[in-house]
């Protein structure tokens, strides 16, 4: 009876110490994801100037005034507000391009790779789609690319690479040449473009990154040459 009894005191605390330890990681968890970048006063002002701008859930969609048929899917960094890459994406829609861009689980794209599915019929005049995204947000797009590529035409990275196996001759690399650290990932030639002046964080609009160099350019500069780079890769399609 007293060794049944000190095994049942034995498990308790064991089932005890198994709550305290999940616990500890959920908060843990919580307190990781709750730490994230924020979109600066730029970006939040595009939500309030820009009538163009539909959102449908976690879907932010920006209609051009003369959409020319090609829209693009856009993945956030890991740990980013998504509303952060409107700038850069409000240039895009300029040019005819419809923009969907995705809020992802905890500002985190690893936890909804395929967000892209929810896309297509939430916008069925697109007859063209591209899949894109920074950081891990372009890892997480080049994954999708990569599984689906009968979905869309090409893929476009923005501080990233490719993750998985997808053509280099249908995907754009850009980055600043401040993040070269970047360029020892790259076993391609195929579709780079370097940013002169540019860093990791800029193609955003949420301040300074942790760990990455100042920038020589502005971010709209830095955005301006992306959105070039993007355009020209889509005409050439």
């Known amino acids: 009876m007293e060794a049944q009894f000190k095994k049942h005191r034995r498990l308790k605390g064991l089932g005890l110490g198994l709550a305290i330890f999940l616990a500890l990681c959920i908060l843990g968890f919580y307190a990781y994801t709750s730490d994230y970048y924020h979109a600066d006063a730029t970006a939040r002002a595009v939500m309030t100037t820009d009538s163009t701008i539909e959102v449908a859930d976690d879907l932010t969609i920006l209609h051009p005034e003369h959409p020319n048929g090609t829209g693009l899917i856009f993945y956030p960094g890991a740990k980013v507000e ?54 891990m947000g372009g890892a997480m797009a080049s994954s999708y690319a990569a599984g689906h590529p009968q979905d869309v035409e090409g893929l476009i990275l923005l501080g990233a690479y490719i993750y998985g196996d997808y053509p280099p001759e249908k995907t754009l690399t850009v980055y600043g040449s401040f993040n070269a650290n970047l360029e020892k990932n790259i076993n391609y030639t195929e579709n780079i473009v370097v940013i002169e002046g540019g860093n990791h964080a800029q193609f955003g609009n949420y301040g300074a990154q942790k760990g990455d160099p100042p920038a020589t350019i502005s971010p709209e500069e830095q955005q301006n040459a992306a959105v070039a780079a993007m355009v020209d890769f889509m005409k050439e399609k």
């Not at 850069?88 to 300029?94: S, T």
């Not at 690893?110 to 007859?127: H, K, L, M, Q, T």
Request: net charge positive; glycine share 8%; proline share 7%.
């Open 82 to 135: 998504a509303k952060a890459y409107l700038p850069l994406l409000e240039k895009l829609k300029d040019q005819g391009i419809t923009c969907v861009l995705v809020k992802m689980p905890y500002n985190m794209a690893i936890f909804n790779p395929n967000a892209a599915d929810g896309v297509y019929a939430a916008v069925p005049e697109i007859s063209r789609w591209y899949i894109g995204g920074h950081s």
